[in-house]
């Protein structure tokens, strides 16, 4: 009524919804309702903390991050607002395979049995590699993250899927972290199986470890990074070059994801606040 009054007379709009006009009037000239107050002013900083999420936050890590600040309010009541603003969190999407067996291949044990599980850091990592694709060609990338804080620890980018894409990950995850007979759990691709990789982890102290062949359930952890990767960036996103795409990922895993990202498994702290933490204690 109060859009349209401009238009038609309030009379006429009371008599056809069945109100009194000196029902609207007060109503109108009413103020808004502490608890609507408090809602709008909540809505703000749920905006607020969805943007800086780059939109990929959904009411479970808003709560967190409102709790963080000290803000006390319930699950519910976020998600409500959310679903009355417009605001979602990213929705996951279906992978594509990108492990080629390679048969005269050698595997390595599997030291994993599906326990992924650690202590403390750098007792086991997992490996895995996914696809970017751009407007002229696909980028492939390669990681390590370490079970203990879910953090990637290390990993590479190239338009090829040959052994020296995992071997550049590696080095990077050794060169930071320095391990001391850590566990690399990975698929059986051609890249972990070459003789030139298994011959660097024997270099550095390194532990291969595969899963069995077509059970992505044998390499989940990293399948649930590369789920929130691509969900959160790769599809929310479109990469007209490699160096767009290899700028976005770099930011997406170095200045979001490790430093920043609350993560459900590590109490919605992210890996590094969760490693601070742990060394803190």
Known sequence: MKTNQAVYAVTTMCRLLGVSPSG??????????????????????IRAIHSRSR???????IHAELAASGT????????????????????????YCT???????RQAPDLVERNFTAQSRDQLWVADITYVPTDSVFLYLAVVVDVWSRRVVGWA???????????????????RRRPVKVIHHSDQGTQYTSLAFGQRCREAGVRPS???VGDCFDNALCESFFATLECELLDRQRFRTPLEARSAVFDFLEGWYNTRRRHSALGYLSPVQFEKRAEAA
């Not at 338009?159 to 050794?174: N, Y």
């Open 24 to 45: 609207y009037h007060a109503w109108s000239h009413r103020p808004r309702s502490l608890r609507a107050q408090g809602d709008e002013a909540l809505l703000t900083q």
């Open 55 to 61: 939109g990929t936050y959904g009411a479970p890590r």
């Open 72 to 95: 006390r309010v319930s699950r519910k009541r976020i998600a409500r607002l959310m679903r009355e603003a417009g605001l979602e969190g990213a929705s996951r999407r279906r992978r």
């Open 99 to 105: 492990t080629v067996r390679d048969a005269s291949g």
């Open 157 to 175: 980018m190239e338009t090829h899927l040959r052994t020296e894409l995992v071997l550049e990950a590696l080095e990077m995850a050794v060169a």
């Open 210 to 212: 595969m899963g069995s």
